[in-house]
């Protein structure tokens, strides 16, 4: 019964560094999608999926690459670390109801 | 271009009393609202939803109201606890759950013992 599960909570990278943040849930949800948070602001969506080899672009996905191989994971990844890219992600699937993980906090410098 | 606009960045509020977070939206397609708490340090928790067919509905101490003429919608909650502190996020979208959904900016409610 875990939800969504987002790993790891806290990076720091470097400028020019890439990373992929893991996201997995086991509710058998079509629905993925990846938010980041800015400080003072709401959510903005980079990419979300459909099901399970489908992905599309949301609001801000310059920076971002998805790949969906399997209902169960949406990994986002950073290719070249930015200073911008500093902030709070949050993965979440919809079902019959929309379920957040707990976050990864990561900081570029 | 803030589709979704929570005006108040916050709110404190007595122990008891009515707490009263609004919300408006510019996008006349949006048929579907949501609201969010948000935790320091965690992940942001689904609290009530309603979509356009409906003006009303609660759940709980959680009532949402919506008034699509103005655009509006409202979260009620009564009476107000110490645990609902938190930032408090409403999000909109087109089409249903399944679609993208456009976040307000949060509110900050304290409610004071």
């Known amino acids: 019964n875990a939800g969504v599960t987002q790993t790891p909570k806290f990076r720091i990278l470097k400028i020019g560094q890439s990373m992929t943040l893991q996201c997995t849930q086991d509710m058998n949800h079509n629905y993925m999608y990846w938010y980041r948070q800015d400080p003072g602001m709401g959510l903005k969506l980079i990419y979300y999926s459909v099901g399970a080899g489908i992905t599309d672009k949301g609001e801000v996905p310059n920076g971002y690459n998805v790949s969906r191989s399997t209902t169960e994971d949406f990994p986002l990844r950073l290719e070249l670390a930015a200073p911008s890219q500093t902030s709070v992600y949050f993965c979440a699937s919809v079902g019959n109801g929309y379920t957040f993980g707990s976050g990864t906090r990561l900081t570029v410098v | 271009d803030q589709q979704v606009k929570q005006n108040s960045p916050s709110l404190s509020v007595q122990e008891g009393r009515i707490s009263i977070l609004n919300c408006d939206y510019t996008?006349?397609?949006?048929?579907?609202f949501l609201w969010y708490k948000k935790y320091p340090a965690e992940g942001p928790t689904f609290l009530i939803s309603i979509s356009s067919i409906k003006d009303k509905n609660e759940d709980g101490r959680f009532t949402v109201f919506l008034n699509k003429s103005a655009k509006h919608l409202s979260l009620h909650i009564v009476p107000s606890q110490p645990g609902d502190s938190a930032v408090y996020f409403c999000a909109a979208s087109a089409g249903g759950t399944g679609n993208q959904f456009y976040f307000g900016t949060g509110t900050s409610l304290t409610v004071i013992p």
């Open positions: 996008n006349s397609m949006f048929d579907y």
